[in-house]
């Protein structure tokens, strides 16, 4: 991989797909936890824009795709994002353990702001992005999971926090893909992440 290569895309796109990766997506998923002002879902196209990511108020990001490697950005502010990464692939092949280290991850973000030490990059509390590459499947089935075990009362399902997220997401039944559902419940029934 070059310095300049950052990301393997696929080479055909559907249409709809690309036309909404050609564009920073954004969609707020909730409100305030200690270490974040808000949880955000959203594509790569946002995730590396620094005008939307301020604009949103977004001071660090989630990546979930095993494909694409966001570069720096630091914020017109003089804010740095700060970049967490859990690779996995859109589709089947990926473990239980790996969904429930995403969600895992977030708990952490969430549960804490790390305000970091005088040599490391300008930061300040804000909110964390969740993305994919489109924000379709694999980032909207770790928010799916997160909502559903973090937000029961709101959330008592998988199938409810997915039917929310789709609608937030404005998206139909075909996304997240199957697999992705299937590691979801599969996580669940193994118990892999801590009440």
């Not at 002002?37 to 989630?62: K, Y």
């Not at 280290?101 to 969430?110: F, M, N, P, T």
């Not at 030490?117 to 694999?138: E, T």
Request: aromatic share 6%.
């Amino acid at each position: 991989m070059t310095e300049t290569t950052r990301h393997f895309l696929p080479d055909a796109t559907p249409e709809a797909e690309a036309l909404e990766d050609a564009r920073p997506l954004l969609f707020p998923v909730c409100a305030a936890e200690p270490g974040l002002t808000q949880l955000w879902l959203g594509n790569l196209t946002a995730a590396e824009d620094a005008q939307a990511l301020e604009a949103a108020g977004i001071t660090a990001t989630l990546n979930l795709a095993i494909n694409i490697f966001p570069g720096p950005v630091q914020l017109p502010s003089g804010v740095h994002v700060r970049r967490y990464q859990i690779g996995m692939l859109d589709g089947p092949g990926n473990d239980p353990a790996m969904l429930a280290a995403a969600v895992q991850l977030v708990d952490g973000l969430a549960g804490v702001y790390v305000p970091g030490k005088p040599h490391y990059p300008p930061h300040a509390k804000g909110g964390l992005l969740v993305h994919c590459r489109g924000g379709r499947s694999r980032s909207v089935t770790v928010l799916a999971l997160w909502l559903h075990l973090r937000r029961r009362d709101a959330f008592p399902t998988l199938d409810a926090a997915l039917s929310h997220l789709r609608q937030v997401r404005g998206q139909d039944e075909s996304y997240p893909l199957p697999p992705m559902i299937a590691l979801a419940r599969a996580a669940l029934d193994r118990g892999l992440i801590p009440a």
